[in-house]
């Protein structure tokens, strides 16, 4: 029977030419390999080679079974590759979320519900994406700020979120209990970076507005003590941030894409929930 770390070797030899540069690659004596070839010739059960004195070389039906063995070790490769994968599947529950927040109080009650799984998130910026690789089960559950219209697919309200753009006292904003991005539009405002589909809202919503747009965490902290740059929050990240804002105001946003609701979507005979 075929053996694959055998036909590793012998395609090897094929490439190489040389047994004592085989030898190298695979860090073994040269005898070792000399036998090697013998139980793949023998394996097939025809000739393979042409032997002379210290010297051993493929016939043509040598080079069409490296061939072959080149194909059939692929081959392997890619079943290997599948079975890891189906594997990593069944004990990992992949979560794509358009946006931060509801991650923060959703991935722990997962952890809690599935202990022996491997749970990982991604934040998604655009929800038509993620609709897409949760019905091409590219992932397992999908946090989308509206239901999916699929009667495999269960899409279960979670939470909603709320919109504010914050502004210290003295700002000229800081007047109005409530606010419209007409209003807004046109301030130049510190955004932080991975907000997922906010960060699009704000671009397509505040056309005239620049945007100075945080990658580092502390940095964008110290930005809003200092800075009289309006910034943004939400209701569930005051729960989670509010001693960030120091004492800047927060004013509610009122346009309907600023107030969303989340729908945790999976389909119905994949996870129990």
Known sequence: MLNLDDLSQFVAFYNYGTLTKVAEEFNISQPTITRTMKRVEESFGVPLFIRSVNKIEMNDTGKVAAQAAMRLLETAHQCELEVKEYDRKVHTITVESCAPAPLWSFMPKLYMKHPEKTITSKLIEHPAQLEANLLAHKCHIGILPYPIENSEIQCIKYLEEHLSICVPPTHELAKYK??????????????????????????????????????????????????????????????????????RISIPITDDEANVTYYICYWKNDLDL
């Open 178 to 247: 409530e606010v419209s991005t007409k209003q807004i539009n046109g301030y130049n405002c510190l955004l932080s970076s991975d907000i997922g589909f906010w960060t699009n809202f704000h671009k397509r919503a505040l056309p005239s507005s620049k945007f100075f747009i945080q990658t580092d965490e502390y940095a964008f902290k110290e930005l809003v003590k200092e800075s009289t740059l309006p910034c943004f929050t939400t209701n569930l990240a005051l729960d989670y941030y509010e001693d960030n804002l120091g004492n």
